[in-house]
């Protein structure tokens, strides 16, 4: 038994095409596409993005632009990497706006463990090309918690279908279906 997956038979050669036992599965319709957006995809990017407590909005407009005129194809994993990339240039535009020494603050990240390790490893005065004899102390088991933005109330970003372009740029398909 053999079983092989493909997006589309137009590049599977003809001779072995004609000796497969061809099951097409449907995708998502848009309604389904739009709904996991809204419910799981857009508040993970949002959080990755360190925008979990700024008020950055994507609509719904733009959803479905990006549904429709973005990402054709049956699943959602090309929708998920271009709502990750609006969120993303929407936290580096508020950066570029309020600068970033306001938004980002460093030393909130580092664990109490990433400080002591810190502090252990600018004693030592070793060469960098030999491993240090206290690395366990100069290094952390912990990983650093990620960075929110620490962004004014002011700031209002609405992702909509008419600036959508800026974020992602223009549109891959440009005709309907």
Known sequence: LFVCTANMTDTIPRPLL?????????????????AIADKYLSPQAKEMSGLKSVDVTLDET???ELINRYCR???????????????????????RDIGEDAA????????EEGKAA???SKKDESDVTTTSDNIEKE????????????VP????????????KDYVGPPVFTSDR
Do not use: C, F
Not at 78 to 91: D, F, T
Not at 139 to 150: A, I, Y
């Open 104 to 111: 980002l603050a460093e030393s909130a990240a580092i664990t």
């Open 18 to 34: 004609d000796r497969m036992e061809v099951i097409e599965l449907s995708g998502y319709v848009a309604d389904e596409k739009k």
């Open 73 to 95: 194809e049956s699943g959602v994993r090309n929708l998920k990497k271009q709502i990750e990339k609006v969120y993303r240039k929407s936290a580096l535009k508020i950066i």
């Open 62 to 64: 733009a959803i479905e």
């Open 153 to 164: 109330d002011t700031v209002h970003v609405t992702i909509s279908k008419d600036n959508l």
């Open 118 to 120: 810190l502090e252990e």
């Open 139 to 150: 290094t952390s088991e912990e990983p650093r918690k990620p960075l929110q933005m620490q």
